[in-house]
């Protein structure tokens, strides 16, 4: 796992700066790769490739990039692990290429020399970005893996080209000046993230999971797809596994037992996050089974009541028998991670779970280089609430005319928030939903939506954009294309496509990679080996969904490692008390990011609007800390960066 980061420049009086210049570059991110650093340059091309390491496998000098292959045709930086590399060399050793060292990069690096770069990056299963120069050629190629693990940013103005992991990396290059693009920032306001292609900055974009962007010698990029997640999915519902269920667990397993066997292998410890649901205990159970020894778990707890799931990992933990730590947090350790966040994301970001993401990263790192994540069974699986509550909520809907639920969100929204989740507090705890007045309003907001995929649009965004961002085009993909609900007819299909191709890359994975890159720590996740994301889309759908009880079939597979008590309970996410924060030992600092006349002279938020919904959530009466957060993440982003 490292940062990567090159250029390609035209002009002859830059190319005097080009190793300082991109080795800049490098500089900025080694939180990323603390190990090594590199630089590979041709100043009469131009062009100039870096590299910061963290060093996993192969830990001499033999593993060090940016690496050249051994006919001095190509030269490499890249970021990731290949957990099929050991095939590959021994495939490539039959055909009488000789190695140097032991690393994945090398094995690869000599497979694009035999194989060519396409035809080896469909073979390779792993997390991966890669940059490439070929001299024979000219021609620089960019690679990101199928699921968009691995984040990879460019850029192309005239006469520069620029790519690197983060976006500070492409910062660091002396006179670019970026802009910041408001259609992104509307995006944003909607989902919290900024969804890929496009990033904050005007120009930028981020390279799309599953493409290769080839970029010759004073030419145009071109991308390509070498793994279509769309494709993918089609491909899998027209092709259901007929097979019994005890049939679909074996195979499940086997495929999930050799995905993590394969995530174990490194020369550094290992480890895995143990949150105590269903993903990271399966992840965990199956280290154990591929492992003699005890495996390392690593969770956090929190002090504030309700948001504490520290017990039910350390009992997934003794009944496997892990080497098991825990940390207790404390409101104001998490606190103190805030202002680190516009430096960790580099642009606006604001899944507030960023917060424990980090925190548990920052634990595990003190014990371990690589941990294990449970990260992509709520997609694969459908285990997110929502896929059950969209459908719910639409088959309700289609009972009633269009007229008659605008008149029941009126009466919904009369009753203030805070008024509905006093009524609830009568509700058993066990079943009372958090947040019940909050929740209640929201599902008055989606009463007059015209389809299913509207609903689903409605339940996910934080800000209609039109609302709030200033003089601004909203920026839209997956989400708007009409195509999808055609191509996916199945309600629940269809929201597990979308969130594979955006939620999932663009807040889950960028989530992980910036929080346990900022403490150079590697996390892999086996859920979402591609193979894996193949097998899931031939599931017919009661082996997902069954009788109300989400990722059916995930289940049955932990089930046989760990009691089903031990796992059966709802579902909590990985939250963190934002509300009461904003209200209390937060308020300050949120005040002053929220001032009417700092929010006026920036010009991207409709400022009457934020203040009021900021005053709504002071008062008590509805809890808007998500709505909210965008907006402070955004601002302090523009402190930092803007």
Not at 123 to 136: A, E, K, N, P, Q
Not at 255 to 268: E, H, T
Not at 468 to 478: H, I, N, P, R
């Amino acid at each position: 796992m490292c940062g990567i980061a090159g250029v390609l420049i035209s002009a002859e009086g830059a190319r005097a700066r080009l190793d300082r210049d991109a080795t800049a570059m490098a500089d900025c991110m080694a939180h990323r790769g603390p190990d090594d650093h590199g630089l590979w340059s041709d100043a009469e091309a131009g062009v100039a490739l870096t590299h910061r390491r963290l060093s996993i496998v192969d830990l001499s000098p033999a593993g060090h990039q940016p690496m050249i292959s051994a006919d001095g045709r190509y030269i490499i930086t890249y970021n990731g692990e290949v957990y099929n590399f050991q095939e590959l060399r021994a495939e490539l050793e039959a055909r009488g290429v000789k190695f140097r060292g032991r690393s994945d990069t090398e094995v690869m690096l000599e497979a694009f020399a035999v194989n060519g770069i396409a035809p080896t990056v469909k073979r390779l299963i792993g997390m991966f970005t890669i940059g490439v120069w070929d001299r024979r050629e000219r021609t620089l190629t960019l690679v990101r893996d199928r699921l968009g693990i691995k984040p990879l940013y460019w850029a192309k103005t005239d006469g520069l080209f620029l790519f690197g992991s983060e976006l500070k990396a492409l910062r660091a290059f002396p006179g670019w000046t970026p802009r910041i693009d408001r259609a992104a920032v509307a995006a944003y306001m909607r989902h919290n993230y900024i969804p890929a292609p496009h990033s904050i900055y005007e120009g930028v974009r981020k390279l799309e999971a599953g493409a290769i962007l080839t970029l010759p010698w004073g030419g145009e990029p071109r991308i390509e797809r070498f793994w279509d997640a769309r494709a993918v999915a089609k491909a899998g519902m027209a092709d259901p596994l007929d097979a019994s269920d005890a049939e679909l667990t074996d195979r499940l397993e086997a495929l999930l037992g050799d995905a993590v066997k394969r995530r174990m292998v490194a020369d550094v410890p290992v480890g895995a996050f143990l949150s105590g649901g269903i993903d990271s205990s399966t992840v965990v159970a199956l280290m154990k089974a591929a492992k003699a020894g005890p495996v390392r778990t690593y969770t956090i707890g929190f002090e504030m009541p309700g948001y504490d799931e520290a017990e039910h990992s350390r009992a997934v933990a003794a009944h496997l028998g892990t080497e098991h730590t825990e940390l207790t947090v404390t409101a104001r350790e998490a606190l103190d991670v805030i202002p680190m966040l516009p430096d960790m994301y580099d642009e606006p970001f604001a899944d507030s779970s960023q917060i424990p993401t980090y925190l548990v990263s920052a634990m595990t790192r003190k014990h371990v280089t690589v941990a294990l994540s449970g990260d992509g069974g709520d997609e694969l699986f459908a285990g997110y609430n929502r896929y059950q509550l969209t459908a719910r909520m639409w088959r309700s809907f289609a009972l009633m005319p269009r007229p008659m639920r605008h008149a029941l969100a009126s009466m919904i929204t009369a009753v203030p928030a805070d008024r509905w989740t006093q009524m609830a507090s009568v509700v058993p705890g066990s079943m009372r939903p958090r947040q019940a007045g909050d929740k209640l309003h929201k599902f008055a907001a989606t009463l007059a939506c015209n389809g299913e995929t509207e609903l689903y649009r409605r339940l996910i965004t934080h800000w209609e954009p039109s609302e709030v961002v200033l003089d601004a085009q909203e920026a839209k993909g997956a989400l708007w294309d009409a195509t999808v609900d055609t191509e996916f007819p199945g309600l629940l299909e269809r929201m597990q496509f979308l969130d594979l191709v955006t939620y999932l890359p663009d807040d889950i994975l960028t989530k992980v990679d910036r929080a346990s890159m900022a403490v150079a720590l590697e996390a892999r996740v086996p859920l979402i080996d591609h193979r894996v994301v193949e097998f899931a889309w031939r599931l017919p759908r009661a082996a997902k969904i069954r009788g109300g009880v989400s990722k059916w079939l995930l289940r049955q597979v932990l089930y046989r490692h760990v009691p089903k008590a031990l796992v059966e309970r709802p579902k909590m996410g990985f939250a963190v008390p934002l509300g009461d924060w904003l209200r209390g030992p937060l308020r300050g600092w949120a005040e002053e990011l929220l001032a009417e006349p700092r929010l006026r002279q920036a010009g991207f938020f409709d400022a009457a609007r934020v203040r009021q919904v900021w005053s709504d959530h002071l008062s008590g009466r509805r809890n808007h800390q998500y709505m909210l957060w965008n907006v402070l993440m955004f601002e302090a982003w523009r402190d930092r960066w803007g």
